[in-house]
């Protein structure tokens, strides 16, 4: 071989043998597990309560490695609402949701259905009579109206658990009824209320459980563990529970910041409880707008005190579902509520909650040896 060859060969091999060692070390830390694995969430929970998140049509495919890691329940963030499932009447469109739930059935994962009576993400001919009239607007509402109303939640209840019968274990039946002005125990600018009044509860969990009398019932709402909205909440659910209406859990939805009362929440996790309710945190996230270092450890030792709280209170709060999986995909984005971040690597938020009678340094440590 002409020595310009040969020269050429040798460094083409010496090339080859570093690109080997290269891609060698790469496959023997990922395939062969040296790096340090991060613990799964769900496994750590599993004595306590179902670890749940709520994902959507994207992120049940951009998030699948940290969701079928961590997570032992899911919730569609939009795709189970009226919007979603009915558009227009009669037409039933169970494709995207169905994608959230046979990927949770591929994996073993429970399925929590949100929501099926709610004041908003509901399309509009709900709510308008034969003649496009909106029925919530009118000075004088007629029986014909009200039963016309009556008639569609019930239809969409029944379509919508029948359809899913086996398959979502527990629903929140109704969302967000209570209001936030304290002179009134109902949300008056609900469409439902205004036409069916009070009623509308008590006909969709009623109904709910003559079409599925397995499912788990919900009510579910936002700043109910808050001490201005609490009691107005219990008083509607004991006025409920009281005539018999097959109320099985109360959902704490959990969008809360750094920093808001945890004794608050403990309160009202014992009041719900005395009710003799289950308790779903349904959709919890945890904002802060400061991300630097201090700013993510405290809100991760926040994220701890509350897991903490969750943990002693299991023999009641059989679920928490976290609203999204990264900072990437989040309603709040300038918030940061979640565990992962946009990179979707774990914060200390992550770590904190990994073991709750430890500092989420500690915590990692611990895990990845560092
Ligand atoms: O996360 C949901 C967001 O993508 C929607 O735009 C929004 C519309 O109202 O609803 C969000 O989810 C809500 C949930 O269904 C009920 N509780 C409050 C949640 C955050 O707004």
Redesign the pocket.
Known sequence: MPRKWRKITGCAALLLLVLALILGVGCSYSTAGELPEIPSLKEIYSDYFEIGA?V?GTTVTTHKALIDKHFSSLTA??EM?PEGLQRQEGRFLFQVADRIVNHADSQGMKVRG??LV?H??TPDWFFRDKDGKRIDQKAVITEADRQLVRERLEQHIETVMKYYTGKVYAWDVV??AISDDGRYILRQDSPWFKILGEEFIEIAFRKAHEVDPDALLFY?D?NIERAYKRDRTIEMLKKMLDKGVPIHGVGI?G?WSVGDSIPEVEQAIKKYAELGLEIHIT?LDIGTRDISPAGLARQAEYYRQVFALFKKYSDVITSVTL?GISDRAT?RPNDNPLLFDKQMEPKPAFWAIVNTDKSWEENRAFYLGE
């Open positions: 709520a959507n963030e939009n609402k949100h929501t709610w908003a993400q969302n967000e579910n936002y939805q969008h959709e609203w309603w």
